[in-house]
Structure formats: structure tokens, C-alpha cells
């Protein structure tokens, strides 16, 4: 056979059909869909902020409970050496 009759006998196919491949990825521009934002998580919108505050506002809170409970722990104790000082005072003086 000749390479002209091989030619003919080969099926064709179409230009359409075939793909062309790509290994270039697309890439995102700041602001898109998916993107990160450049001034990091005190940039955001406005639930982030909120939800930051909100956050802020409860761990304060905590704290403040915290430091209420330790002042009435402190003011236990030094009502209870006031009474143990009274009590040395007074065997102190019956003796």
C-alpha cells in the first residue's frame, strides 16, 4: 500500500473533537470569590466585628466573675482572722 491509500484509509477525525489541555491553574485577585482578605480577621465585615466584640464582651464578663468571686473569697478570709484575732484576744485575757 501506498501512503496516499493508507491515508484514505484512516478515518478522520474532526478539529472540534479535540481538546486542548492546559497546566496553567487560574488564579484569584484580592476580592474575589475565594480569596483571602489582605488586612487578616480584623478586616472583615461587619458580623466579624461583631462577633469579635461579642467575644470581647463575654470573656470580659468572665473575668469580671472571676474577680468578684476572688475579692468575696479575700473578704471571707480576713473576716475569719478578724474572729480568730478577737478569740486569741480574749484567752489572752482571761488567763
Known amino acids: 500500500m501506498s501512503a496516499l491509500r493508507l491515508r484514505l ?10 481538546r486542548s489541555f492546559t497546566s496553567v ?13 489582605s488586612g487578616g480577621a480584623a478586616s ?3 458580623f466579624n466585628k461583631r462577633e469579635a ?3 470581647s464582651m463575654y470573656i470580659r464578663r468572665q473575668e469580671q466573675e472571676k474577680l468578684a468571686a476572688l475579692k468575696k473569697k479575700i473578704a471571707d478570709g480576713e473576716a475569719e482572722i ?12 482571761q488567763k
Not at 491553574?25 to 482578605?37: I, L, P, S
Not at 478578724?82 to 485575757?93: N, P, Q, S, V
Open 25 to 37: 491553574t487560574c488564579r484569584m485577585a484580592e476580592g474575589d470569590t475565594g480569596a483571602t482578605r
Open 9 to 18: 484509509a484512516l478515518p478522520r477525525t474532526l478539529p472540534t473533537a479535540t
Open 44 to 46: 472583615g465585615d461587619a
Open 53 to 55: 466584640a461579642d467575644e
Open 82 to 93: 478578724a474572729k480568730h484575732r478577737k478569740e486569741a484576744e480574749e484567752l489572752g485575757k
